[in-house]
């Protein structure tokens, strides 16, 4: 049978040359000013060479490797489907329970890596980055992956919990653990300020909607210099303290600090392994709550209007109430990350909530899997690391980040690990085959 679908989907060798001739044109046009061009200072003029060889070279091994590569592409797409099929129809559990093991894996890896490494700041740097990540990747991992709104401006409520943390902790005197809650708290009633009137929007109105507010939010920040500090931001924010211990090598007459409490000596890494764990316990935290909600009727209802919103109105149910608790929730978890980043920086300034983070988080979900909490750990884990590995490729560190987008979105469509079943049809199947057995 498998053959059989598989003849009927090879294209004949004019679609072949067809498709290939296409690629190759937009190599072309692609390579003219990436290949094909160069400028050059000769005696203070600026002069323009040109590689036609080069650009000639670059697209006759694009049309060839298009031709020679796409059927082998389409048999292991086929393939996939082909298992993804199979493993569907066997309820799942066999992938379910390798995600489980990968994911308690992981989970084990994340514990020890600052002891490990602990003479290293920067891998525990770039780590505490990735879980940074992980965490915003969550909390938007509601917002579209559940609910089934896309957000493109989640960024701000990222910069709300980071800008609350710091007015509060350097204008009243909060410290972390008190300005947590609040920050989250406004960060959420901003998730409903936004939620309100989009709710008729649907698709990309709704996504032209959430890129404006969180240009507004950024536009706020840079302007009124009296409350943010304008483009100069906010400086000497309080770094968090462990039940009041802070992390230096000197308190003030009276008080402890972390080293003398423990009779340690005073290193600038127990700081650095203290934000580490601090951020590992926020995310994983994260993701018990969004996986707690899943399972209760806000999560199910999450996931019936990302499915068909217009049957989720026939059977009566409050679409309004669901968007907006998905904004809130969403953006709560937003704004606890970036109190963490406030805290963990010191310093924070608009330049820190471009567009370009909204799109890096949304990048995750997505290359990820939309719903699939275990994807989103590792696209985190493969957007974060790889310009880190490019560094000494300056030039092609955006370069290597579209290529590896593109090779994802070509091979795995539906994200690293897609997870579109809804999760009370899952629970229900392992209920069914639990009672079987």
Known sequence: MSSVVLAHQKPDLSARLRDALQVAFIALVLGIPMIGLSTADVGNVLQVRTHWGSLAVFVLVVFFGRLLLRPWIQHLRLRGQQRSARQQAAGGSTSAQVLTLIGWAMLGVSVVLPVVFFDNRYVVDVATTVLIYVMLGWGLNVVVGLAGLLDLGYVAFYAVGAYSYAILSTQFGWTFWEALPLAGGLAAAFGLLLGWPTLRLRGD?????????????????????????????????????????????????????????????????????????????????????VSRLRRLPVGRAWEAMREDEIACQ???????NVKLSA????????????????????????ESFVFSESAMILAIVVLGGMGSQTGVVFASLVLVLLPEIGRDFAEYRMLMFGTAMILIMVWKPGGLLSQRQPTVLASRITVRKGAST
């Open 205 to 289: 109105y709704l996504a032209i909607v959430t890129l404006g507010f969180g240009e507004i939010i950024r536009l706020i920040l840079v302007n009124w210099t009296e409350f943010s500090g304008g483009p100069n931001g906010i400086t000497s924010i309080p770094r968090p303290t462990l039940f009041g211990l802070p992390f230096k090598a000197d308190g003030e007459p009276g008080e402890a600090t972390f080293a003398s409490f423990f009779g340690l000596e005073f290193v600038p890494e127990q700081r650095v392994v203290f934000l580490y764990y601090l951020i590992l316990a926020l995310a994983l935290l994260t993701n018990l709550f």
């Open 314 to 320: 026939a059977m009566g149910m409050n679409v309004t």
């Open 327 to 350: 904004f809130a929730l969403g953006a709560m978890l937003g704004g606890f990350a970036g109190v963490f980043f406030a805290a963990r920086q010191g310093f924070i300034s608009p």
